[in-house]
T-cell receptor, first 116, second 108 residues
Framework: DVKVTQSSRYLVKRTGEKVFLECVQD?????MFWYRQDPGLGLRLIYF???????EKGDIPEGYSVSREKKERFSLILESASTNQTSMYLC???????????????FGPGTRLTVT | SQQGEEDPQALSIQEGENATMNCSYK?????LQWYRQNSGRGLVHLIL?????REKHSGRLRVTLDTSKKSSSLLITASRAADTASYFC????????FGAGTRLTVKP
């Protein structure tokens, strides 16, 4: 079974704190993704990575950075948390499209982050 | 920017009825995928349909794709209370884009 795990289910942080969200997958997937989900807005892509040390901006990268030092791990960093970053954060992974026809995404359970 | 848009935003039906959700997208696609999300959880992949396919079945799920109209539909037949969830369509290559979802409630 594919497994994508996220470091925390619930997290409460204060404004201005540096926040790390960790994601680990065990399927040797090339691609990894970070989304945030807000009511009425669906999932919005923050960053994605298609290889170790590679990253690409998604639709809403402002205020976030990422790190991928190992293939199985993709970290999302909030350099200075703000209240408008209160959200559900979802990590996902998939094979590269070049790796074959099955490149659906597998999601972690999500981290609900509250910034006060 | 979001690629897919689901319609309706919310749908409420009785157990045993069929549920139909629609998805429209803006640009040409290689494939379109449908996902389900139970309340407060991650998304689970349901089905993928390629741009050269018009219809695909998986159990009680039936997906159609009309590339000329840039639209897709997901039909769930003989719905069950356990089908209560949000359903999303997604398009893209390595970087996927999701719509805002359809919230389906199946009443027992």
């Amino acid at each position: 079974d594919v497994k994508v795990t996220q470091s925390s289910r619930y997290l409460v942080k204060r404004t201005g704190e540096k926040v790390f969200l960790e994601c680990v997958q065990d399927m040797d997937h090339e691609n990894m993704f970070w989304y945030r989900q807000d009511p009425g807005l669906g999932l919005r892509l923050i960053y994605f990575s298609y290889d170790v040390k590679m990253k690409e901006k998604g639709d809403i990268p402002e205020g976030y950075s990422v790190s991928r030092e190992k293939k199985e791990r993709f970290s999302l960093i909030l350099e200075s948390a703000s209240t408008n970053q209160t959200s559900m954060y979802l990590c996902a992974s998939s094979h590269s499209r070049l790796a074959g026809p099955r490149y659906e995404q597998y999601f972690g359970p999500g981290t609900r982050l509250t910034v006060t | 920017s979001q690629q897919g848009e689901e319609d309706p935003q919310a749908l409420s039906i009785q157990e045993g009825e069929n549920a139909t959700m629609n998805c429209s997208y803006k640009t040409s696609i290689n494939n379109l995928q449908w996902y389900r999300q139970n309340s407060g959880r991650g998304l689970v992949h349901l089905i993928l349909i390629r741009s050269n396919e018009r219809e695909k079945h998986s159990g009680r799920l039936r997906v159609t794709l009309d590339t000329s109209k840039k639209s897709s539909s997901l039909l769930i037949t003989a719905s069950r209370a356990a089908d209560t969830a949000s359903y999303f369509c997604a398009t893209g290559y390595n970087d996927m884009r999701f719509g805002a979802g359809t919230r389906l409630t199946v009443k027992p």
